[in-house]
């Protein structure tokens, strides 16, 4: 695997290998990688014959300073997983390639609607930051194809947003949540949760599950909604939102809508978590 922090470095690879009629993928991430990350790399392997993968913990979406101060930093582990997993390029840009007039100054990209409801409502400007980097990222690389994992569903749906509105060549594709056995969602913050924290931030997927089913059988999206955030705060969550939204766009569901996803995110202790399931509402 090679790997490079350079922007010429990387575009000269890249361009050889179009050269010689290979397609590209690229998987970005933050770093501290798990098997949620490995299954986007694994999915990027089958659609492409090489696969760059970018580490970067960017700024620019961190809504609370001691939140981007606390990301965990595993680079050596990383490196070491993705050699294994048959990556062929890592690249780990440092701030100032990605923004080098400073975060104040840069271009930013917004996507409308999508980047201020629900997580980016939660946490503000934080859309624009996930949109800008991507942006950046996919013009640097200039990839067929790009893999982001379904837990970040509304991230995932403003990258196709965003390459769609900018009419960018390349193919967005999402990934099933990867989960514990406890169904918990991995996730890189999961780290900072104890043993006992971890045991029961799995009630989160528990909650969304029996929501699930209560939309699968009709109940109303209030009511569902309601229940579900009840039944976090009784076990010991803070809850941001708990919300049942039309999957194609995140807008609210109607009565003829059958196609749903339930997102929530809900704090435990001071770690933050998100998740989402989807579901088939009987109509």
Request: a negative charge.
């Amino acid at each position: 695997m090679r790997e490079t922090q350079r922007d010429f470095e990387l575009r000269t690879i890249v361009r050889g290998w179009r050269s010689q009629g290979e397609r590209i993928a690229l998987v970005p991430t933050m770093g501290n990688l798990h098997e949620g990350h490995l299954s986007l790399v694994d999915e990027a392997r089958r659609r492409a014959d090489r696969v760059v993968v970018s580490i970067f913990v960017n700024p620019l979406q961190f809504d609370r300073p001691d939140d981007l101060e606390a990301y965990p930093r595993t680079l050596d582990a990383d490196r070491r997983a993705l050699e294994q997993r048959g990556v062929h390029l890592l690249f780990t840009p440092e701030v100032d390639l990605l923004y080098p007039r400073g975060m104040d100054a840069v271009t930013k990209i917004t996507v409308p609607g999508l980047s201020e409801m629900l997580e980016g409502a939660a946490r503000p400007g934080h859309f624009t930051g996930v949109a800008t980097v991507v942006c950046k990222l996919l013009n640097l690389v200039q990839p067929d194809d790009a893999v982001f994992g379904e837990k970040d569903y509304q991230q995932l749906l403003l990258v196709r947003r965003m390459v769609e509105d900018l009419h960018l060549p390349v193919g967005i594709h999402g990934v099933p949540v990867v989960r514990a056995d406890s169904g918990l969602a991995l996730s890189s913050r999961n780290n900072r949760l104890s043993e006992e924290e971890l045991a029961r931030a799995a009630r989160l997927h528990a909650v969304l599950d029996k929501a699930a089913g209560l939309l699968a059988d009709a109940a109303p999206t209030e009511a569902v909604e309601a229940a579900a955030s009840e039944r976090l705060e009784q076990q010991g969550f803070r809850v941001d939102y708990v919300a049942v939204r039309r999957a194609a766009d995140l807008e609210s569901a109607g009565a003829g809508d059958a196609d749903l996803v339930i997102l929530a995110a809900a704090w435990l202790d001071k770690v933050r978590l998100i998740d989402c399931v989807r579901v088939t509402r009987g109509v």
